[in-house]
Each structure stands twice: as C-alpha cells, then as structure tokens.
C-alpha cells in the first residue's frame, strides 16, 4: 500500500435538490465531486510524467482501486488500463500505481446514525438522540413533502441552506462511514505490513459531500447536517486512543459547527481534569481539541455581523479553560509576491504555529495525536465571484504549499498521520484546479516535484475541453494529442461515478418558490434555528458561547448577472420553436 489513500464514495451521488427539477442556480449539488475527480486524475497523470521511470515505465500504470460493483461500461473499453478489481474490502490488498504512490479506494463504508458511537458522541443525545432521529425522519418523508407543495426541511432551519431528498441519508452516512474508514486504515495499520511487503496509508484524502463543518451538535446550516471531520475525530478518539487533534480548516467560511463540537469537547475534557486534580479516579484520559481556521470573516456565516458568530470566528484562546482555538482572516492581496512573501509567512502561518503549541503543551510528539484538513476550496482564486464578492480568496498553489506544510507538521507531530476531508468549493474549476494542487502537495517529493504551471489557466482550459461531460455524463474518448490529458481522461473515467447520479423522481414536483443561498438584506429580518433538543450532553454545554447558532444571513451563492455565462450547468437556453408549412398539394399526375 503507498502512503497516500484517495478514498471516494458513489452513495455520495445520491444527495439532490428535489424541490424543483431545475438545478441550474444550485450550487451545492453532487455534480461538484466530478469536478474533484478530474482534479485528482490530472495530478496523477502529471506527476507520471515526473516521476523516475522504472523496468514497466513502457507501458500505462495500473490504477489502484477496491472492488467497485458497478463498473462502468467506459472503463471496461479502456483495457489499456489495465485495471485490477480485486475481491478484497481492505486498502492493504488494493494494487498501486507504479510510478506514483498513491492508490484509489472506492468506498463502500456507511454508517448507522442511530447505532454509531462516533456519530452520538458529536451529535446524540443523553435521552434521545432527538436530531438524528429527526434528521432520518426528514430524509425518509422529504419526497412526499415536496410533491405536495411543501418544504423537505422543517420551518425554523434556514430554507436557503439546506435541502434534503430520500437519498441523503444514504449520503450521509456513506460521507461518515467513509471518513471513519480513512481513520482506520491510518491509523489501525500505520504500522502494519500487508503479505506483499506494503504498508497502511499514513495519509488521506477522502472526497465525500455534503460538505460539514457548519454542523453543530445539533445545528445543521450551510448544506452541512453532520460533521464529517469531527465524527471522524471522535471515531478516532473511541476506537484507536486518539486524545489529541488538530483540525486544519481552510474553507473560505468559518466552521462555525466544528469550532462548536471542538469547545464542547475540550470543556468537557478539562472539567474531568480538573476533577481528578481534586481526587476524583482520573479514567481514560478526554479528548483534546485544536481547532484552527482561516477564512472570510465578512462572509457566511458571519456577514450580517451577528456579533455572536462574528466573535466566534475571531476568537484566539490557547489553553486557558482547556480551549485551543486559532482563527485567521483573509487578507486582500494585490499580487501573487504579496502573497507569499507576506501574508502566508506572516499571519497565515500562525496556523500551524499554534497547532504546534498546542501539542507541544500538551506532551509533544505522540501515537494519540492525529492531523485533519478541512479542506474546502471556495477560497481558491478560480471560485464564483459571488461566492467571493468581498475579494478574500488565495491563489491556487496554497493548496499545494499548505499540503506540504501540513504533511510536515503530521510527520513531526504524528508520525505522518494525515486525514484531508473534502468541504466547500462550488465552481468546478476551483474545485479542479484546488484538487490537483492539493493532492499534489500530499504526494510531493525529492524526486516528484509539481510545477504551478499545471494549474494555469491555459492548462485548465484544456483539462476542461478534455473532460467536457458528453452524453450520458461521461467524458469523450477522443484521444487528446497532450500525452497527460489523455492519461487524465482515462484516469478519470476509471474513477469517476457522477454519471450514476439517479435520475430525476417521475411523479411531477411543483414549482417551489424555495432556492438555496438567496441573498436577503444585511438588515433583513432573520430566522432564528429551533430550540436546542432535550436530554443534552452537560449542563455546560448549555453555558458554552453561542458559537454553533445558524447564521440567518443567507450568502448569496448564485452567481450574478456579469457570471452567470460562464457557469458550469447554467439553464439551458430556450431552443427557437420550428414550425413546418406545407406546400400546395402536387399537381395530379406528377
């Protein structure tokens, strides 16, 4: 097994919009993990191209990948890829590509929301867990909802952030059961060795949707209605012994949930602390918390200025009261020097900085410590200029260099130990281009360098002309006369499921007055989120700063009318109609 695992999960398809048949204005739509895809393929069609030739280096590599039940007929027509389904579950038995060492899983892991204890340490209850019971009732009666005219999601959760469809549920816990698989074969076999030499992964990247770094612990907002990351942690933390991690957020907006789940966290770890300093049996040792994030602070979920949510994502507090959190704002730039040369080694870098404190504190260097990345990419420079209208963004080679530093640290820190979980990013060429710089960085070496021009836009544009979705949602097979991009497009089409996406429901579904994102005035009215669920963890939960509330200003995602052109699956235009004359009826005879 190569040290890097990308872990991909097709359940994750089956998360949609129902409430019209139109999806052209949805931005958050699983469509977007196609565009991930055709990211993850160029990098490794790129770095082929780098890396040093071996005794097979004549022929095209074969392509890692766990048994997929439903092959598609594309990927059966490339035989020259020489693919290997074998029968086995684990990664440990996947094949590797020879020249890059990475390998595909393509996840079937789900888990029970109901039954899972990772899920209930974020999200359940002490009585009930009254949220995920709602959340798979929700999902269950959403079809008939909407059918009759209604909303899928109840009133009292925001209307223009959420949506729900019969699948969701399937995605959800998929997205879960996904991550927690990626954790596993981190850290169960970090150190293990399979029969043919290989070790575990000690790094992943898993693409999975809905994003979910907005979700409290019972607070669902900003499409998120789990928090894949911090299940991910608390799995870790219950099944490997895990007590230290470091949560990475880089997503353009401010994980107000996960920063909530953190402070929960930690409060509850220092209050048995402080216990056991007073005599009281001291137990497993809690779970500790670093949550840093860089983001937009004039953007959701704080741009109406709440002062709750816009404190919470400029809080910076290390250690006192057990809490370990940094938060940096975007800066304007003028130029890609400035950038670098300032901003990144300057504020940015406190990021890591203070990670680095905080296991230093907290006993240094260790097996219990694990690294994640939230990793969204609507920061990227390439992102919908609605999404970024107050002009905080970075280029794309940060998430290249902010994949090298993070591999550094969790090598320093956590004998390599690194989990990238897929948030934001809307527009599919930030998505690619953040992809492909990203896993780049993750798989960078001495002798396997990028280069930055691989995500310029000339090269973008091609990479786009040759994954262009054709009929049926697969790409063309036309042979690119670019020796990557026709590697990238067979790569892709071996990986790639968005063509499975189910189709739209027969039954007829009104017309719903209902979309995603629509902007309201900054002094519009608001809605406020539901009561907090009975039976919950703590009284000092209860107590905890207001940091997880729902944000009423709903950012407008849709794109505006100087952009709406350039949208990928903008409404199609309106075919002109034809209308036939007949003429004279031909003379008799003729």
Not at 316 to 329: D, K, L, M
Request: with cysteine; charged share 25%.
């Amino acid at each position: 097994m190569p040290p890097t695992a990308i872990y991909l999960q097709k359940a994750c398809l089956q998360h949609r919009y129902i409430r019209t048949r139109d999806n052209s204005h949805i931005v958050e739509r699983p469509e977007r993990l196609r565009a991930v895809n055709v990211g993850l393929a160029a990098s490794i069609a790129r770095l082929e191209e780098r890396a040093p030739t071996s005794s097979s280096a004549g022929e095209p590599s074969a392509l890692p990948t766990k048994a997929d039940e439903d092959s598609d007929e594309l990927t059966k027509a490339l035989g020259k890829l020489q693919l290997s389904t074998p029968s086995h579950s684990t990664p440990s038995h996947s094949e590797t590509l020879a020249r890059v060492p990475v390998t595909f899983v393509h996840s079937g892991a789900s888990v029970d929301i109901l039954n899972d204890a990772a899920v209930k340490f974020v999200h359940g209850d002490i009585e009930r867990d009254v949220y995920l019971e709602n959340l798979k009732k929700w999902t269950q009666e959403s079809q008939d909802k909407v059918e009759k005219g209604g909303s899928e999601v109840p009133e009292g959760y925001s209307q223009g952030d959420l949506y729900l469809c019969p699948g969701s549920l399937d995605a959800i816990q998929g997205a879960l059961g996904t991550v927690c698989e990626a954790v596993d074969d981190v850290l169960k076999g970090s150190r293990a060795t399979t029969a043919d030499g290989g070790g575990a992964p000690s790094q992943a990247f898993v693409a999975v949707r809905p994003p979910g770094h907005h979700c409290g612990e019972d607070t669902p907002s900003g499409f998120c209605f789990v928090n894949n990351v911090a299940v991910g942690a608390a799995h870790a933390h219950l099944k490997h012994n895990v007590n230290r991690v470091v949560i990475f957020d880089i997503d353009l907006h401010h994980g107000n949930g996960t920063q909530a789940i953190a402070w929960q966290i930690n409060e509850e770890t220092y209050r048995k602390q402080l216990e056991a300093e007073s005599g009281a049996p001291a137990g497993k040792p809690g779970l500790q918390v670093y949550y840093g994030s860089i983001h937009d602070i004039l953007s959701y979920p704080c741009e109406d200025g709440k002062a709750d949510l816009v404190q919470a994502a400029s809080v910076s507090i290390h250690g006192p009261h057990g809490q370990h959190i940094e938060n940096i704002h975007l800066t304007p730039y003028q130029s890609e020097q400035e950038f670098w040369d300032t901003l990144y080694p300057g504020s940015y870098s406190r990021l890591l900085e203070k990670a680095g404190d905080f296991l230093d504190s907290t006993g240094g260097a260790g097996n219990d410590v694990l690294v994640f990345i939230s990793c969204g990419f609507d920061a990227c420079e390439h992102e919908y200029s609605s999404m970024q209208r107050h002009k905080r963004k970075v280029p794309t080679s940060f998430y290249h260099r902010f994949a090298m530093d993070a591999r550094a640290f969790a090598r320093r820190y956590a004998d390599g130990r690194l989990i990238s979980v897929l948030e934001g990013g809307y527009s599919d060429r930030a998505l690619t281009s953040g992809a492909m710089a990203h896993l780049s960085g993750l798989l960078e070496e001495d002798d396997l360098k990028a280069d930055p021009a691989w995500w310029s836009v000339e090269n973008l544009t091609a990479l786009e002309a040759a994954t262009k979705k054709r009929r049926g949602g697969r790409p063309s097979q036309t042979a690119s006369p670019a020796p990557w991009l026709a590697r990238t497009v067979e790569l892709f089409a071996s990986i790639d499921t968005s063509h499975n996406i189910p189709a739209a429901p027969r039954a007829p579904i009104p017309a719903s007055n209902r979309t995603l994102r629509e902007r309201k005035p900054a002094n519009g009215s608001n809605r406020t989120s539901p009561a907090t669920s009975p039976g919950k963890k703590s009284a000092a939960s209860k107590a905890r700063p207001s940091v997880a509330a729902t944000s009423a200003s709903e950012e407008s995602d849709l794109t505006d009318a100087s952009t709406s052109s350039e949208r990928e699956g903008s409404a199609p235009k309106k075919l002109p109609r034809v209308i036939l004359k007949l003429g004279p009826a031909p003379a008799s005879g003729s």
